[in-house]
Each structure stands twice: as C-alpha cells, then as structure tokens.
C-alpha cells in the first residue's frame, strides 16, 4: 500500500523513499509520453518556504511560487526543521534522498532504461563537467543536449523572454530527452519551467538547485569557491530557520489542541462511521456528496480515495465538512490532491459548511487561500454555485436505505416548479411498509406547494402506520414551518443519525 503523503504550509510532499521516488519517475515518465504532458520534481527547502511566506499568517510574498509547489507532482524535503515539524504535528515523514542521490539514482536507470538527460545550467563549463563527472558513474547514460543559455524571469528584459523561450523549447524538444535537469538556482528554475512547461515534450523535470555548479567545481578542484559559497549562506540559512519557526508557532499550539480535542470527543465514533457517498439525480446533471469522517488523517485516507474515485465522473463534488474536527497533515495531502485533480479536469468541486474551527486551522496551515472560492458556507450558496441563476429551480434527490428507514435527500428548492403528483408516486413504491425521513441539508427554499407534498406524505404514511420524519432543517427553512404553523406536525431531528432504522 503507497504510504500517503503529507502537506506541510500548503505544499504537497512526497512521502517515499529514494527506491520508491525513482520508480515513481520512471512510471510517471512513460505515463506523460503517452499523454504528451511534462511533469516537475522539486526539493523543498527552508529557503522556498519562506519566500513563498510573509511573517503573517495572511501574508503572501510569492503567490506564483506558491501555485507551482501546490500543482507539483513530486516534492521531496530534506530539510530536519520540517521533518521534525511534521512529527510534532502528529505525522511522520520518512528520511528522503539528497537532490545528488536522486539525480545519480535516475542516470543509473536511465543507462539501464537508454533514456537520455538534457542538462539545462547558469555556467557552460562547469555544467559540462557535471555531465562528464554523472557519466563516469552511469557509463551508459546518453546526454542528448546540454545548453546553458541566459533566463529571465524579472526586470525589463522579460520583454525578450518569449523569444529566447521559444529558442530553448525548440532544442530541447529536438533531443527527445526524457529527463530534463534544471540547474538555475530557486525560485528562477521553478517560475522558468512553469512559464514554458505546457509547450515541453519533455515527460519529467526535475530541479536541481545548484548541484550541477556543485558538482562542475568539484571536477576542476575549486574548492575556495565552495568554501565561499558555503559561508556566504550561513547568515541566510539562520534568518529562513528564525522565520519559519516563527511560522510554526502558532500552529503547533492550534493544530495539537484541536487534535486532542478532536480524539478526545470524537475519535470512538470515527471507528463507527462509515464513509458513503450520496448521488444527487437530476434530468441533466449529477451531484456527488461525501461526507467526511470527524478526524481525518491516515487511517482513513486510502477509504476517502476510494470514495473520490468513484465520484470522479460525476459533473459535481461536493465534500461535506460539517462533521469535521480535525485534518492532519495526510488529510491537506489528499485535499490539494483532489482539489488539483477535478481542477485539471475542468470538474466542478466545492467544500460544504467548514467549521471555524476548520477554517482556522486551513488558515493558519497556510491552505484555505487555496480553496476559499470553493467553500459553501450554507445550502443556498452552493446551490448558486452549482446551478445557474435562471436555472434556480432545478431540483435533485437522492435515496438511500438504512435498515427499516427509507431516507430522502434533497438538494435545492421544494417549490412549485415540481411536478408534485408524478414525485409523489416515485416515492411511494421506493418508500413500501418502510419508516421515511427528509434531509433537508441541501434543501434552500419550501413554499406552500412543499408544505403539501410533506403533509400528503405525512397523511400517506400514517395510513400505513408508518413514521415521517424531518432532519438537518437549516435556521432559515424551519422558522418557513413555523410560519406555517405545521412545525409541531412532524418529528424533526437535528440530522438522521439521530434517527433509529
């Protein structure tokens, strides 16, 4: 089983180890030839995290930045700050290769695969010499190009970019390279190779900082500009450690608090609730809504996948958070991981009913930038977002079965736009000698005609000495019953858990 990864100030990170990374290249590899699509594989380090981040928990210094490390397919870390971050915050990410140890890994198994690597660097000869020093120790590998050619990503000479670009696609794309090795220093490699990545042929990229200068001025014994190099460094390296522990403060204290609470309060129903998507049913669209567990973290992740892929066809996804208490940092994972999934595929997805306390901690994790335009916070706000406004009412349900109790979902607006008669005599064969209850979650709007077609069943029911039952109505719908004064008619309950089967 592919042990789930984690999400650390937004950024998804691989949990494999260096075995495991290289063979995920290599699939990935033959996977984008097929599709013709380019893939990106980056270190994290303190450094980029902190210039992605201001001091502040709302504060953003590189928001281009920010969406290329949340869009890449592969991020590893070896940075012991967010190693030991992540533990404390409940998850453990395993030791990870070296930028050096991967790279060397890929050329002895692209000489083994007769794949070839194009060298992308900032100094010819130092590039060139880390080409021929890789060689050595992979005597098969094929370089199939190496350039070293001036990048701009800043500053009045973006205006000659294009063309220089347009250059640089052209000769990479003409080596067929499968690999392609990009050693411009962070974040110029990371903003360069996103600008261009959908017209590359290449299937994978990796970056690699300034290894191949590394490695380049190892091959001709320059250890004086290495020495330099390194102590130029310590300052900066002190300064990224000072803020990005400023950073973790406040959300180890809020992220272990709601985590004990979370255990504490809910953790013996978590082993009780299963994890079932609803389908909602209309004449043109449909309408996927899982609810999710109290705490999510690794024990259920590979379930919420499942459930995910099921849904995946479907036009619309809706996760419901009104459950949640907590995520921990595999939850983040597999949410920007769904979020980027239905995103790529022009698929609609929308988070439903977060808490504040949910939100907080999205916040303070540095995510809920990420998918704040997708949160509903009440039925009649993702109900705009799912229909459009001069279609407002198009109504869906959805039916499911719980022991003796028949439950009828609906989803958006009990109006006289339905078609009541024809809806009545559906239900009835579904219904049978069964008890029935309405989830009213989805439900935004009931007038007169709604209130009929509930008394109807209601008096249906009774004949049949059955119960009708009414949950989750919101403050809005259930003051419409008192209005009409038929509330004390029905049995209603907070939500249908609380109704026996």
């Known amino acids: 089983m592919k042990r789930q990864g984690l999400a650390i100030f937004g950024i998804p990170l691989s949990n494999a180890t260096l075995e495991e990374t290289l063979q995920e290249c290599i699939v990935l590899i033959d996977k984008n030839k097929k599709e013709k699509r380019s893939s990106h594989l980056f270190f994290v380090t303190n450094k980029q995290v902190t210039q992605i981040y201001g001091w502040r928990s709302s504060t953003i210094l590189n928001s281009e930045l920010r969406t290329i490390y949340f869009n890449a397919e592969i991020s590893l870390t070896r940075s012991l700050?967010?190693?030991?971050?992540?533990?404390?915050?409940?998850?453990?990410?395993?030791?990870q290769p070296t930028i050096e140890q991967l790279l060397l890994g890929l050329c002895k198994l692209f000489s083994e695969h007769e794949k070839g690597i194009f060298f992308l660097?900032?100094?010819?000869?130092?590039?060139?010499?880390?080409?021929v020093a890789l060689h050595e120790e992979a005597p098969g590998m094929r370089v199939v190009g190496i350039a070293t050619p001036t990048i701009d990503i800043e500053g009045e000479d973006l205006v000659n970019a294009h063309e220089k670009d347009e250059l640089l696609i052209e000769q990479i794309n003409a080596s067929n390279a499968d690999l392609l090795v990009i050693n411009l220093g962070s974040p110029k490699q990371e903003i360069w190779f996103n600008r261009i990545r959908e017209k590359l042929k290449v299937p994978l990229a990796i970056s690699v900082d300034n290894l191949l200068d590394k490695l380049g001025s190892q091959m001709i014994l320059d250890k004086g500009a290495l020495k330099k190099e390194k102590s130029s460094n310590i300052l900066s390296m002190a300064s990224n450690q000072i803020k990005l522990m400023t950073m973790m403060f406040p959300l180890l204290f809020y992220h272990n608090v709601s985590l004990f609470l979370a255990r504490l309060f809910y953790a013996h129903k978590l082993q009780k609730q299963q994890i079932e998507s609803r389908l909602f049913l209309s004449p043109h669209r449909t309408?996927?809504?899982?609810?999710?567990?109290?705490?999510?973290?690794?024990?259920n992740t590979d379930l919420l996948i499942k459930s995910f892929e099921d849904a995946a066809t479907h036009d619309v996804l809706v996760l419901d958070f009104r459950r949640v208490h907590h995520i921990q940092l595999e939850g983040f994972h597999l949410w920007i991981h769904v979020w980027r999934q239905r995103l790529k595929k022009y698929k609609e997805i929308y988070g439903f009913c977060p808490s504040r306390d949910i939100q907080c901690l999205m916040k303070l994790h540095r995510s809920w930038d990420f998918f704040k335009n997708n949160m509903c916070l009440s039925a009649e706000m993702l109900f705009d977002r799912v229909v459009q406004k001069d279609n407002a009412s198009i109504f869906f349900d959805s039916i499911s079965q719980r022991g003796s109790l028949v439950i009828i979902h609906l989803f958006g607006a009990l109006s006289k736009a339905i078609d009541y008669q024809t809806y009545f005599q559906k239900l009835i064969p579904v219904i049978g000698q069964k008890n029935c209850a309405f989830d009213f979650s989805f439900c935004t709007f009931i007038d007169s005609t709604g209130f009929t077609f509930l008394l109807t069943m209601r008096k249906y029911l009774i004949s049949q000495n059955m119960q009708l039952t009414l949950s989750s109505l919101s403050n809005n719908i259930h003051?419409?019953?008192?209005?009409?004064h038929i509330d004390s008619l029905f049995t209603i309950v907070k939500n249908t858990d609380d109704i026996p089967s």
């Open 479 to 484: 003051y419409q019953f008192r209005l009409a």
């Open 287 to 299: 309408i996927a809504v899982i609810p999710l567990p109290f705490i999510i973290d690794a024990s």
């Open 121 to 131: 660097g900032g100094i010819e000869k130092l590039t060139k010499n880390a080409a």
């Open 81 to 95: 700050l967010l190693r030991g971050f992540c533990k404390l915050l409940g998850s453990s990410l395993i030791p």
